[in-house]
């Protein structure tokens, strides 16, 4: 059994630890080497290699080239900065597909477009069924002369349900439509390599692989159109403007690195404990529900309903013993409402409001599974005794 004071980190889909290695990697560039990398002088030079450096292990990554790689502060602003400058390249088109299941940062985004904007910009949001997965031929209807672009997550970071984005790639192309997934959930835990895809933007954020929080990419396939997000100086080719974030851009380039590394043991030894938590709650807990496909997913995701109670009191009895998830349920944002993700999946409302939602990675133990798996039966027991819902 692991010790009750150390805490067991299953939440991996809202942030993940920085690898000791990409620490290290970050540090001298916050300590000795602090030079500005548009500096003309060899102290600032040397610090733009760096820069280049962390380019390359990122592109090496996704099967890219180093020039098509632009380094952000984050997933969200590489989500607006790729559909806001599809829509500017593109002004007499009018019209985005994305799905009802995407990250609030394009399902925000998209609402605003259509609603700040007078409806200038119309959105088609294509369904999941119960298990998250898309209808293609809705797809493929969706797709009109008018449509500018296709955003769609590669991975849920709800369900860790997996779309098929090759696919969908390709039909964009065959109708000279632009298309960009956001793989924030998808970098470093399913193989990627864009050479041979027809994705024209990709979204990535390094707090989600091991490097700290502040840091992300945008990918855009050399030739394509740019409208920079961020105007400024002449940083990254002209196409994102600010002093570059240095020791976080390193620390991306060597969690990029580490991915590469670990691909294998993410989909085999993580996936394992991951199938073993999912099947020994769902075996001991009556009326506990798996969300999502049961294959077409992120090897570390497994997003579980409990029948009859909440998300929240679950949560703050798992943090009793120091266990770290989430809830499906957005009711620690001070709403009653059941997650989005789960309402268009037609998870009922019995079940919606009791998800959690553990996502592992390389650094969760055998161990840390069974001790969540002789606490978990507790907690749900103890709660339904409270439920006037539950029957027994």
Same mark, same amino acid.
């Given at each position: 059994m692991?010790?009750n004071?150390?805490?067991?980190?299953?939440?991996?889909n809202?942030?993940?630890?920085?690898a000791?290695?990409?620490? #290290?990697?970050m540090?001298?560039?916050?300590?000795?080497?602090?030079?500005?990398?548009?500096?003309?002088?060899t102290?600032?030079? +040397?610090? !733009?290699?760096?820069? *280049?450096?962390?380019?390359?292990k990122?592109?090496?990554l996704?099967?890219?080239?180093p020039g098509?790689?632009?380094f952000?502060?984050?997933?969200t602003?590489?989500?607006?900065?790729?559909? @806001?400058?599809?829509?500017?390249?593109?002004?007499? *088109?009018?019209?985005?597909?994305?799905?009802?299941?995407?990250?609030? /940062?394009?399902?925000n985004?998209?609402?605003?477009?259509?609603?700040?904007?007078?409806?200038?910009?119309?959105v088609?949001?294509? $369904?999941?069924?119960?298990?998250?997965m898309l209808?293609?031929?809705?797809?493929?209807?969706?797709?009109?002369e008018?449509?500018a672009?296709?955003?769609?997550?590669? #991975?849920?970071?709800?369900? !860790?349900?997996?779309f098929?984005?090759p696919?969908?790639?390709?039909?964009? $192309?065959?109708?000279?439509?632009?298309?960009?997934t956001?793989?924030?959930q998808?970098v470093?835990?399913?193989?990627?390599d864009?050479?041979?895809?027809?994705?024209?933007f990709?979204?990535?954020?390094?707090? $989600?692989l091991h490097?700290?929080?502040?840091v992300?990419?945008l990918?855009?396939?050399r030739?394509?159109?740019?409208?920079?997000? @961020?105007?400024?100086?002449? +940083?990254e080719?002209?196409?994102?403007?600010?002093?570059?974030?240095?020791?976080?851009?390193?620390?991306?380039?060597?969690?990029?690195?580490? /991915?590469?590394?670990?691909?294998v043991?993410?989909?085999?030894?993580?996936?394992?404990?991951?199938? *073993?938590?999912?099947?020994? @709650?769902?075996?001991?807990?009556?009326?506990?529900i798996?969300?999502?496909?049961?294959t077409?997913r992120?090897?570390? =995701?497994?997003?579980?309903?409990?029948?009859?109670?909440?998300g929240e #009191?679950?949560?703050?009895?798992?943090? +009793?013993?120091r266990?770290?998830?989430?809830?499906?349920?957005?009711? =620690?944002?001070?709403?009653?409402?059941p997650?989005?993700?789960?309402?268009?999946?037609g998870v009922?409302?019995?079940?919606?409001?009791?998800?959690?939602?553990?996502?592992?990675?390389?650094?969760?133990?055998?161990?840390?599974?069974d001790?969540? @798996?002789?606490?978990?039966?507790?907690?749900i027991?103890?709660?339904?005794?409270?439920?006037?819902?539950w029957?027994?």
């Amino acid at each position: 059994m692991t010790p009750n004071d150390k805490v067991i980190y299953m939440d991996n889909n809202a942030t993940t630890r920085v690898a000791p290695e990409v620490v #290290a990697a970050m540090m001298p560039y916050l300590e000795e080497s602090y030079g500005n990398p548009s500096s003309m002088h060899t102290f600032g030079g +040397q610090v !733009g290699m760096a820069i *280049k450096e962390a380019r390359r292990k990122v592109a090496g990554l996704l099967g890219a080239e180093p020039g098509e790689i632009i380094f952000t502060s984050c997933g969200t602003e590489s989500d607006s900065s790729a559909i @806001l400058s599809a829509l500017r390249t593109y002004p007499e *088109k009018r019209h985005i597909v994305t799905t009802r299941v995407e990250h609030p /940062a394009v399902k925000n985004l998209c609402e605003n477009l259509e609603t700040i904007t007078g409806h200038k910009y119309r959105v088609t949001r294509l $369904k999941v069924d119960g298990e998250g997965m898309l209808d293609m031929a809705e797809y493929e209807a969706a797709l009109t002369e008018d449509t500018a672009i296709v955003s769609v997550m590669w #991975a849920n970071n709800e369900t !860790g349900v997996i779309f098929p984005v090759p696919e969908m790639a390709r039909m964009a $192309k065959a109708r000279g439509i632009l298309f960009h997934t956001d793989a924030v959930q998808a970098v470093g835990k399913i193989p990627i390599d864009l050479k041979s895809l027809d994705i024209d933007f990709l979204s990535l954020s390094g707090h $989600k692989l091991h490097a700290p929080k502040g840091v992300g990419v945008l990918y855009i396939k050399r030739g394509r159109l740019f409208v920079p997000f @961020l105007n400024g100086g002449h +940083q990254e080719h002209g196409r994102r403007g600010g002093t570059e974030n240095v020791a976080s851009i390193v620390a991306l380039g060597r969690a990029c690195e580490l /991915a590469r590394e670990k691909m294998v043991e993410e989909n085999s030894r993580v996936k394992k404990l991951r199938d *073993k938590l999912e099947e020994g @709650l769902l075996a001991e807990i009556p009326k506990s529900i798996l969300n999502g496909h049961k294959t077409a997913r992120l090897p570390n =995701t497994a997003n579980i309903s409990f029948e009859f109670v909440e998300g929240e #009191a679950i949560l703050l009895h798992m943090n +009793q013993h120091r266990i770290c998830a989430s809830s499906g349920s957005a009711c =620690t944002s001070g709403s009653l409402e059941p997650s989005h993700v789960l309402r268009a999946m037609g998870v009922p409302f019995t079940a919606a409001h009791g998800s959690i939602r553990f996502s592992l990675s390389v650094y969760n133990t055998e161990e840390e599974i069974d001790f969540v @798996l002789a606490k978990m039966p507790v907690i749900i027991e103890s709660l339904r005794k409270l439920s006037p819902f539950w029957k027994g």
